[in-house]
């Protein structure tokens, strides 16, 4: 059902704009039916499939997102499996590819209204989404700038460098 929605998205001419995906989950309140949870915007780009020719939905790969790609696989995450959770220095839980805490995950939600219509309380239900922390990271870059540094300082110091366009602060 998500690619068919993708696909409709694309068709209704949403190709190389930014648009908003969709993520269909059951409810167990709606006794089994479906319904859309608004996740943050991302790129489509158009692409030939060689069986159908048909335009599928590609990731914008710009360099941010390349930096925060290598960010997770070489230094917050490497070879960590998708429930990874570990205590970090200050005692609380880091979650993740890019080692989310709770309440950076959630006020970086509420900030950028990258989840709309969400409630408080399933907000957690993402945050072992490597995509989404991703995504969300990519968004906290953009609107915060190089204060963004102060999230992930650590693997930043240790050789990653800031990403492509940001000072160190």
């Not at 068919?4 to 995906?21: D, P, T």
């Not at 070489?74 to 220095?89: H, L, M, Q, T, V």
């Amino acid at each position: 059902m998500k690619q068919k929605i993708k696909n409709w998205l694309v068709s209704v001419g949403m190709v190389g704009v930014m648009s908003i995906a969709v993520l269909i989950s059951p409810s167990s309140s709606t006794a089994g039916l479906q319904y859309f949870k608004p996740l943050i915007p991302f790129n489509y780009a158009q692409t030939q499939d060689s069986q159908e020719n048909s335009r599928l939905p590609l990731r914008d790969l710009s360099p941010l997102r390349k930096w925060l790609d290598r960010l997770a696989e070489e230094f917050e995450c490497p070879g960590c499996a998708s429930n990874y959770k570990r205590i970090d220095s200050n005692g609380k839980y880091s979650y993740g590819c890019l080692q989310f805490q709770e309440a950076t995950f959630k006020a970086a939600i509420r900030r950028n209204k990258a989840l709309v219509g969400v409630e408080d309380n399933e907000l957690m239900n993402y945050i072992y989404d490597c995509e989404f922390q991703k995504d969300l990271a990519e968004i906290m870059w953009q609107s915060e700038g190089a204060s963004a540094y102060y999230h992930w300082r650590t693997s930043i110091d240790r050789g990653l460098g800031m990403p492509p366009g940001y000072t160190h602060p």
